[in-house]
């Protein structure tokens, strides 16, 4: 797979290519072009067909702007072809790059959500400690206090008598 990337490559760059400046845009013509579009339909071919093929495996909203990128890719492509001076793929994929770092699982995101509920969790443990040592000093205060109650009326009695 990586000498066919690597064959790919050479192509676009040995293939002539020409550069246009037409209405103060700039694109490419060529058959380097021409090859690249095809070498990019080639891929996107390629992973619809995975995309089909484990489509029951990505049942997850998570996945959606994988879907999206390849759906408005391909309209990008189809664009592309028919009117070169359409220069919009670099605000599909920052799009895109956008929805997926807000929907998957970013690493950033997740640390933050563990670190959340851990410090959640300590605050519980710790409340739940505070209460049992509290609940401890007020059950041995309320025995201590009997004690001490019972052992000054035994004092008292034994005098008495």
């Given amino acids: 797979m990586l000498l066919y990337y690597l064959l790919n490559i050479v192509a676009v760059i040995i293939l002539p290519s020409k ?3 037409e209405n103060n845009m700039f694109y ?10 095809f070498c990019s339909l080639t891929y996107t071919l390629i992973i619809a067909f995975n995309l089909i093929k484990n489509i029951y495996k ?5 996945y959606y702007p994988i879907y999206l ?10 664009i592309k072809s028919y009117n070169p001076e359409f220069v919009q793929i670099s605000f599909v994929i ?9 929907t998957m699982e970013n690493p950033d995101l997740k640390l933050i959500k563990e670190l ?8 519980k443990t710790r409340n739940s400690t505070v209460d049992i040592l509290n609940n ?4 041995l205060k ?13 004092v008292n009695n034994m005098s008495s008598e």
């Fill in 19 to 21: 550069i246009v400046f």
């Fill in 28 to 37: 490419s013509t060529g058959a380097s072009t021409n090859y690249l579009y």
């Fill in 58 to 62: 990505m049942y997850n909203k998570k």
């Fill in 69 to 78: 990128f390849f759906v408005l890719s391909v309209l990008l492509f189809m």
């Fill in 94 to 102: 920052s799009l895109i790059t956008t929805l997926i770092y807000f």
């Fill in 116 to 123: 959340n509920y851990s410090r959640l969790l300590a605050n």
């Fill in 136 to 139: 401890m000093k007020y059950e």
């Fill in 142 to 154: 309320d025995s201590l206090t009997s004690l001490v109650d019972f052992g000054y009326i035994d």
